[in-house]
């Protein structure tokens, strides 16, 4: 489970987000859980762009509650 927390939410450029997805590609777990996608920011545009940045390393983009991203056909299925 992923907390971010120290940046805002309408920020794209978040150091630990990337750190989290580099250690994806090191780890392999199954995926990456987030309590809600508001977690990954209100603004739609860089949620979208979050959740890619994930999907990209292979693995699920999870949710407890609320509806995730759709997920764009080019980016990689896990």
């Given amino acids: 489970m992923f907390f971010d927390e120290g940046y805002p939410d309408t920020s794209v450029s978040r150091p630990d987000f990337a750190n989290m997805c580099s ?4 780890e392999k777990p199954y995926g990456v859980l987030v309590l809600h996608p ?40 896990p």
Avoid: F, Y
């Fill in 23 to 26: 250690r994806i590609r090191e």
């Fill in 38 to 77: 508001r977690d990954l920011s209100t603004d739609e545009a860089i949620k979208s762009h979050l959740a890619s940045l994930v999907w990209r390393t292979g693995v699920q983009l999870l949710t407890v509650r609320g509806e995730l991203p759709t997920r764009p056909e080019h980016v990689m299925q």
